[in-house]
């Protein structure tokens, strides 16, 4: 009996009132809300703890960890107002980086001790700090700071040469200013500055400069030595062309905006700078021309990136879902592209661009449905050619959600829409399959979308040849042990090809998951579950916005209508910029945008 309780006790859970190997101490947070509220349950107030003032020998036990409560939601607008004004409060209230307040000092030795204090050294090895002495008459002493790894050590070694060994100059006769006199006197570089807050510091050092101080002297001269590893441009990976630019997007902010510079050489190409982050602290850059676009567009794009409030940005994708209009909504509305071409196209027909620090993804906007199907392709081929693709691509549209749907709407309520001879192919193939077709499509669509996540994730070469190897063996097994139909393997293949050609990833993504939910209805309700599931598509898609522009303009609502909608009209109709965008010109190009043909006819016949 004794062994059976001895077991039991050793099987069931048994809260642990002993204290834990290890204990986390409360956050400032946590202790004022305490001190606000009172003791929490399980928890006593400090001070009047019997386990704190009982001697360890006493063997009493200390009090157990307070569970986590779930919050309670205000039920009427009293409450409501009353958390938005403590919430308002807390965000005022918020405590600053050390750094704000802090100023630059004449003595050298409380400069790098605030250095040492502010970047936690010596723990912080790749912070860098180096004495120098400059090469005045008579030599003044210094030091610099740097993160190494981030420095290009050519143009340091440069500067350090200058203020060293070739600056042999009478010091100026006010220590004052000394940090203008080495700016304006010693310094070959490009782009130095004088800086005397340690926030600005701090900041410019984080990024690659490197800063420099001077003995009696209540400044820092801040120097760009800008230089870390990065990818070099490359072709682009995803929206690949046959013919047109073959370059790429990279990681690197200023080599990003110098690709768009580098087709766009106008002056009124204007780059402003937004920071994001409260810890990455990423740069933010929005790019547009300042001639043509929306100067209210401009301003909402400032406005809801500077209202960001989060400890981390990382690429674009984070900044997206920030400021996107319906995040709630599958149907992206934000164009992500890693093409510099595109991206300056969409620059000089009057949008913005959103180029985030790190990522190789700029952000367009705003952003339509039709753009979305668009691609360099058809702009950069014949406008046969092209409307020809845009067509093809619309097909493939509207296969890549409705098809299997579709057919499930066939197969189980209107198997009068079947040709005789088909019907009874299908019936004899499904003659030995065990599952109801819902259950078929469904296994069939789930292994596809296996295949395509599992061919992205293997690394290397190997992933495309293990997808594509996969999914015949995959399929051919099926069909072999009658568990799917050959024209479900048919279908659903036609289903992912269709997917595959969507040109942007997160509309072809969305569709991926439309389509489940368009199974779902042709399984239950046939073609009046297909159509209900469209009508209440489009109404939901009409009702969005990018950056108050409606989705579906300049169809629905129906604006100014373009040559470069649906077809791919000549090169030569495209005189006009999108109306939906407001720009301050409208007009691209003039009516007559062939010179030559004027002055072939002598201005006759245009």
């Given at each position: 009996m004794s062994t059976l309780k001895n077991m039991l006790k050793l099987i069931t859970y048994q809260e642990n009132t002993q204290q834990e190997g290890f204990v986390l101490k409360e956050s400032a947070d946590d202790s004022h809300n305490n001190s606000k509220g009172g003791s929490p349950p399980g928890r006593q107030a400090p001070g009047n703890s019997q386990s704190d003032a009982a001697p360890a020998h006493q063997g009493k036990a200390p009090a157990p960890r307070?569970?986590?409560?779930?919050?309670?939601?205000?039920?009427?607008?009293?409450?409501?107002?009353?958390?938005?004004?403590?919430?308002?409060?807390?965000?005022?209230?918020?405590?600053?980086?050390?750094?704000?307040?802090?100023?630059?000092?004449?003595?050298?030795?409380?400069?790098?001790?605030?250095?040492?204090?502010?970047?936690?050294?010596?723990?912080?090895k790749d912070i860098v700090i180096r004495d120098i002495v400059l090469g005045t008459s008579p030599v003044i002493e210094g030091f610099i700071v740097f993160i190494d790894g981030l420095v290009d050590k050519s143009i340091q070694n440069l500067l350090l040469q200058a203020l060293m060994l070739?600056?042999?100059?009478?010091?100026?006769?006010?220590?004052?200013?000394?940090?203008?006199?080495?700016?304006?006197?010693?310094?070959?570089?490009?782009?130095?500055?004088?800086?005397?807050?340690?926030?600005?510091?701090?900041?410019?050092?984080?990024?690659?400069?490197?800063?420099?101080?001077?003995?009696?002297?209540?400044?820092?001269?801040?120097?760009?030595?800008?230089?870390?590893?990065?990818?070099?441009?490359?072709?682009?990976?995803?929206?690949?062309?046959?013919?047109?630019?073959?370059?790429?997007?990279?990681?690197?902010?200023?080599?990003?905006?110098?690709?768009?510079?580098?087709?766009?050489?106008?002056?009124?190409?204007?780059t402003e700078y937004l920071e994001v982050g409260a810890r990455n602290r990423a740069l933010?850059?929005?790019?547009?021309?300042?001639?043509?676009?929306?100067?209210?567009?401009?301003?909402?794009?400032?406005?809801?990136?500077?209202?960001?409030?989060?400890?981390?940005?990382?690429?674009?994708?984070?900044?997206?879902?920030?400021?996107?209009?319906?995040?709630?909504?599958?149907t992206p509305t934000i164009l992500a592209t890693e093409r510099p071409d595109?991206?300056?196209?969409?620059?000089?027909?009057?949008?913005?661009?959103?180029?985030?620090?790190?990522?190789?993804?700029?952000?367009?906007?705003?952003?339509?449905?039709?753009?979305?199907?668009?691609?360099?392709?058809?702009?950069?081929?014949?406008?046969?050619?092209g409307t020809f693709i845009r067509f093809l691509r619309a097909l493939a549209f509207m296969t890549s959600f409705l098809l299997p749907g579709f057919y499930l709407s066939v197969v189980l309520f209107h198997h009068e829409m079947i040709p005789?001879?088909?019907?009874?192919?299908?019936?004899?193939?499904?003659?030995?399959?065990?599952?109801?077709?819902?259950?078929?499509?469904?296994?069939?669509?789930?292994?596809?979308?296996?295949?395509?996540?599992?061919?992205?994730?293997?690394?290397?070469?190997?992933?495309?040849?293990?997808?594509?190897v996969g999914a015949l063996i995959l399929g051919q097994a099926a069909v072999q042990a009658n568990i799917v139909s050959p024209v479900l393997v048919i279908l659903v293949a036609v289903t992912g090809l269709s997917g595959f050609a969507i040109p942007y990833y997160s509309l072809a993504f969305s569709l991926r998951i439309y389509r489940f939910f368009y199974i779902a209805l042709g399984a239950t309700l046939g073609f009046f579950g297909i159509a209900i599931g469209l009508f209440t598509q489009i109404i939901i898609t009409a009702n969005l916005k990018s950056f108050g522009v409606p989705y579906l303009a300049p169809i629905g609502p129906r604006t100014?209508?373009?040559?470069?909608?649906?077809?791919?009209?000549?090169?030569?109709?495209?005189?006009?910029?999108?109306?939906?965008?407001?720009?301050?010109?409208?007009?691209?190009?003039?009516?007559?945008?062939?010179?030559?043909?004027?002055?072939?006819?002598?201005?006759?016949?245009?």
């Open positions: 307070r569970a986590f409560k779930k919050p309670i939601r205000p039920t009427n607008k009293a409450n409501q107002k009353q958390k938005k004004k403590e919430n308002s409060g807390a965000e005022e209230n918020q405590p600053e980086p050390a750094s704000n307040n802090l100023s630059v000092s004449a003595s050298l030795a409380e400069n790098r001790e605030l250095i040492n204090k502010l970047y936690g050294l010596p723990e912080n070739f600056a042999v100059r009478p010091i100026p006769p006010g220590k004052g200013q000394l940090a203008a006199y080495v700016k304006e006197n010693m310094l070959p570089g490009n782009q130095v500055a004088v800086q005397s807050r340690f926030s600005d510091i701090l900041k410019a050092i984080n990024y690659g400069d490197t800063a420099l101080f001077l003995e009696g002297c209540a400044e820092a001269v801040v120097m760009e030595t800008k230089g870390w590893e990065h990818r070099g441009v490359d072709r682009p990976s995803i929206e690949q062309v046959v013919r047109g630019p073959q370059e790429a997007f990279s990681e690197t902010l200023r080599s990003n905006t110098s690709l768009i510079r580098k087709i766009i050489k106008n002056e009124n190409l204007t933010v850059a929005i790019m547009y021309q300042r001639d043509i676009a929306n100067p209210a567009l401009v301003a909402e794009v400032k406005r809801r990136i500077s209202s960001i409030k989060t400890d981390r940005i990382i690429g674009s994708g984070m900044l997206e879902e920030m400021i996107m209009d319906t995040p709630y909504n599958l595109r991206v300056a196209s969409g620059i000089i027909d009057g949008r913005v661009a959103i180029i985030v620090d790190g990522s190789p993804f700029v952000l367009l906007v705003p952003a339509t449905m039709y753009e979305m199907l668009h691609t360099g392709e058809e702009l950069y081929s014949r406008w046969q050619l005789t001879e088909l019907l009874l192919a299908i019936a004899g193939n499904r003659e030995k399959v065990p599952f109801p077709s819902l259950v078929e499509v469904l296994m069939m669509e789930t292994a596809f979308e296996l295949i395509r996540e599992a061919g992205l994730r293997i690394p290397g070469a190997m992933g495309s040849t293990i997808g594509i100014v209508p373009g040559a470069d909608v649906v077809t791919r009209l000549p090169l030569f109709f495209h005189e006009k910029r999108p109306d939906y965008l407001n720009p301050q010109d409208i007009t691209s190009q003039p009516d007559v945008s062939r010179g030559w043909l004027r002055q072939k006819d002598g201005g006759k016949n245009h």
